[in-house]
C-alpha cells in the first residue's frame, strides 16, 4: 500500500476514506441463477453458467459506462446504471473510493427472464468494488459472507444474489433482528450456504422470448395461503435439498409447490404449458424465479424431440454448466 495515501483514521470519531490511485482495473464474472427450484420460495438457488463480464478501471475523474450484449439499449449509461452504484457500494464498503471510473458491461445474461441479471449485476458491480479495493490493500478483499449481505441488500432477499456469489446450489434465508441504531426498522441479516450438487445433475433452460416482471407476478401471490400448502412445500423443500444433492431420482417429487407457480400461471400461459408437458415427460421442470424462463433439471439429456418443440414454440433452448461463483481476475 502507497503510504501516501491516507489512512483510516477513527481518532476523531470519523473514518477517513482512503483515494484509489488510477490505473487499477479488475475484472469481474458472475454466473446467472435460478431461484426457488419450485418450492423453495425465496430460498432455493442455483447458479447457471451464462456469464456477465464486469471490467472497471480506476482513472482520475468522471465516469464512463459502456454496456455491450443483452440490456445495451435499455439500461442507462450512467450513475443509476445499476452495477455502477454496486461497484461505488463495493468501493464504499471496503472503506476506499475512487475519482474516476471506467466500466465496460459485457452481459449474456438476458434481463427480465427469471435469471437473475439484476442479482448478477449488483454481484458482479460489488465483486468488482472490492476487488479494486483488495488490489490497493490485501486486507479489503472482503467474505463471501459480506458480499451476500450487501448483495441482499440491494435486492431485498438472497436467494439469487446468494447463488451468484457462492456458486453450486444454495439455501438462503434471512434474520431479522433488533432495530437499528437509528430505529428506522428492524436490521436484516441475510444469510446462505452452498450445496454441492449431485455430479450427474445438469440443468437446461427454456428461455421465451417475452420478458417477465417480477413486481407483477409477485403481486399475484396472496398474502395468506392454507395450512396444508404451507406444509406440503415445507417438506418438498426438504426434499429438494436431498434429490439436488444426493438422490435425482427424487426430483419430480421435489420440485413439486403449491405456494407460488399456481398463483403466476394464468401470467405465464407458454412457462406453464411447457412445465407441464416436461414434468408429464419425467423431467423435473420449474418457474426459473418470477418467469417467464423453464428450469428443467435431469440427469440426462434434454430429448431432442422435445427441444425441436420448444424452439417452434418461440424458446431458446439452453444447457447451461452448474456454475462456480463470482470471479474476480
Known sequence: MNSSWPELNQSDGQVKTRTLPPGITVTARVPASSANLGPGFDSLGIALGLYDEIVVTTTDSGLTVRVEGEGADDVPWGPSHLVVRAVERGLESAGVWSD???????????HSRGLGS???AVVGGLAAGRGLAARFDSA?????????????EFEGHPDNAAASVLGGIVVSWTDTGDLDAEATGPVREYRAVRLEPHPA???TVLIPQERS????????????????????????AALAVVALTQRPDLLIPATAD???????????????TWIERLRSAGIAA?????????????????????RKLAEADGL???????SAGVQVL
Do not use: K, M, W
Request: aromatic content about 4%; hydrophobic content about 40%.
Open 201 to 203: 445433475l445438469r440443468a
Open 258 to 272: 403449491r405456494l407460488h407457480q399456481g398463483y403466476r400461471a394464468s401470467a405465464l400461459p407458454l412457462t406453464t
Open 213 to 236: 416482471s417480477t413486481a407483477h407476478t409477485r403481486g399475484l401471490l396472496p398474502e395468506l395461503v392454507p395450512h396444508g400448502d404451507a406444509a406440503f412445500n415445507a417438506s418438498r
Open 140 to 152: 479489503l478483499s472482503g467474505t463471501d459472507a459480506e458480499l451476500v449481505q450487501l448483495a441482499s
Open 316 to 322: 431458446r433452448v439452453l444447457e447451461p454448466e452448474i
Open 118 to 120: 439484476s442479482a448478477s
Open 100 to 110: 474516476g471510473l471506467d466500466v465496460v458491461c459485457r452481459n449474456v445474461i438476458p
Open 286 to 306: 420449474t418457474v426459473s424465479g418470477a418467469g417467464p424462463t423453464v428450469l428443467a433439471l435431469s440427469t440426462g439429456d434434454f430429448p431432442a424431440e422435445l
